[in-house]
């Protein structure tokens, strides 16, 4: 079975362009959930969703980042326009509704120059 | 509200020595407690985790984790540590959502 997978990988970008993630869960998991880590720290939640649903966002950066799961699978997450501090590695993860394992995709390395 | 405190960033240790990796954790209510792995250039791998029961609970690969209520800890040891454990760890602790540490780097050398 595959597990979480994001794309892209790596992603390089100009100043105050735009630019998206993607994700797609495990198969059947109602949960998902969107990270970002900074260099030499840990994963802090930015938004999760379950099912369809934003449950918590209050971490989202409102102003730039947006995110959408449309039909409860696939997620996107999206910053415009991208500032310089954006650089990180931005994670996805999923897990079934209510369960406590969450499992996490490979991440997108996003470098904005 | 929750935290982690992983106190120490970076450990060295030679190979087959033992290791012991530190967490701490503050939360008001009754938390999970987990440790996860992170390999160079992979994702986050779910190593070990404390949901309830026995206090002492073990990984496939010979990590174990004891959760001490009193001293708020879980700290992560191993008898005997591989080249190939050299990853970053980190603890999290979940009540509604993953609460993540700072991590630490465990650096194994021949």
């Known amino acids: 079975e595959a597990g979480v997978v994001q794309s892209p990988r790596y992603k390089i970008i100009e100043k105050k362009q735009p630019v998206a993630f993607w994700c797609n869960p495990i198969?059947?998991?109602?949960?998902l959930y969107w990270y970002r880590q900074n260099l030499g720290q840990g994963p802090e939640l930015l938004i999760r969703?379950?099912?369809?649903?934003?449950?918590?966002d209050s971490q989202l950066p409102k102003d730039r980042f947006s995110a959408e799961r449309l039909k409860g699978v696939d997620s996107t997450l999206k910053i415009q326009p991208a500032e310089l501090g954006d650089s990180a590695v931005y994670l996805c993860?999923?897990?079934?509704?209510?369960?406590?394992?969450?499992?996490f995709g490979q991440g997108t390395r996003l470098t904005v120059v | 509200a929750q935290s982690v405190t992983q106190l120490d960033s970076q450990v060295p240790v030679f190979e087959e020595a033992p290791v012991e990796l530190r967490c701490n954790y503050s939360?008001?209510?009754?938390?999970?407690l987990f440790w996860y792995v992170q390999y160079p250039n992979q994702g986050l791998q779910l190593l070990l985790k404390?949901?309830?029961?026995?206090?002492l609970v073990e990984s496939i690969n010979g990590f174990e984790a004891e959760f001490n209520k009193s001293q708020t800890s879980f700290h992560l040891r191993k008898p005997s540590v591989h080249i190939s454990d050299t990853a970053e760890y980190f603890c999290?602790?979940?009540?509604?959502?993953?609460?993540f540490g700072t991590g630490t780097r465990l650096l194994v050398s021949p």
């Open positions: 993860a999923s897990s079934l509704l209510g369960d406590t394992e969450a499992f």
């Open positions: 198969s059947g998991h109602n949960t």
């Open positions: 969703y379950e099912n369809e649903e934003a449950v918590d």
């Open positions: 939360s008001s209510v009754s938390v999970y």
């Open positions: 404390y949901l309830s029961g026995s206090t």
């Open positions: 999290a602790v979940t009540f509604q959502k993953l609460v």
